[in-house]
Nanobody, 123 residues
């Protein structure tokens, strides 16, 4: 199995910064895309941004220029640097990873979610 654990959430004032981390562990042969999603109360979960194994990134329009995704493939970890935070960024942030695992000569893919970390931005 694969475990995904986020950390780094908290309470910050508008204009401030936070850095989220997400580490994947377990039966991992390789990781393809790693992404961050968020869900505010009453809203659907939405993509914040994602990064491929090669380092290509894409972001939601609402966070472009403020948020940056990076990853450390040696640690199976993805980061989300959030700057110029605004109250509308308040949400639970979830990490999502696409993993290839192996069992003997058998390879299979899976998509895994973390438990989420709360980010609250006060005005």
């Amino acid at each position: 199995q694969v475990q995904v654990v986020e950390s780094g959430g908290g309470l910050v004032q508008a204009g401030g910064s936070l850095r989220l981390s997400c580490a994947a562990s377990g039966r991992i042969f390789s990781i393809n895309a790693m992404g961050w999603y968020r869900q505010a109360p009453g809203n659907q979960r939405e993509l914040v941004g994602a990064i491929t194994s090669g380092g290509s990134t894409n972001y939601a329009d609402s966070v472009k220029g403020r948020f940056t995704i990076s990853r450390d493939n040696t640690k199976n970890t993805v980061y989300l640097q959030m700057n110029s935070l605004a109250p509308e960024d308040t949400a639970v942030y979830y990490c999502n990873v696409d993993v290839m695992s192996s069992s003997g000569s058998y390879y299979y893919t899976g998509n895994y979610w973390g438990q989420g970390t709360q980010v609250t931005v006060s005005s």
